[in-house]
């Protein structure tokens, strides 16, 4: 039963990852987030867990801190590793255990461009926890 539950979860994590994409072509050093993936068969309730955000640049952006958190709720920043994953560019985060059940949450990052820290667009999942 829970192997269902969990296996409905990832499937609707597909479905509700959602990005707010700006239009028109990304200026040297600017970011924009394209989706979140939170790898792996399953999330337990309160145990940390690893989330991938996906994003494209126009070449290597500086990214300081990536922003997840439920609308409402305290947002919390973290540092994140940069990799590619294929062909896609992506920021590791190891975000805090969440309590069980579906839970909405956003994402944005902060990097600098041109001396400045700005902020991208912010894109958001549904993420299931079960116990």
Excluded: W
């Excluded at 994003?55 to 919390?76: A, M, R």
């Excluded at 994953?85 to 975000?95: E, F, I, P, Y």
């Amino acid at each position: 039963m829970l192997i269902s539950i969990l296996s409905g979860g990832v499937f609707l994590l597909g479905i509700f990852s959602c990005a707010t994409l700006q239009k028109g072509p990304l200026v040297p050093g600017e970011v924009r987030l394209l989706s979140i993936d939170v790898p792996g068969a399953g999330i337990k309730a309160n145990l940390s867990f690893t989330v991938n955000v996906f994003f494209d640049s126009v070449g290597e952006p500086e990214i300081t801190k990536v922003c997840l958190y439920e609308p409402g709720q305290d947002q919390n920043c973290f540092d994140a590793s940069y990799f590619i994953l294929g062909t896609k560019r992506a920021l590791r985060v190891h975000m805090p255990g969440l309590n069980t059940g579906s839970h909405r949450v956003e994402c944005y990052a902060q990097y600098i461009r041109d001396g400045q820290t700005r902020k991208t667009n912010v894109i958001a999942t549904q993420i299931l926890v079960g116990l």
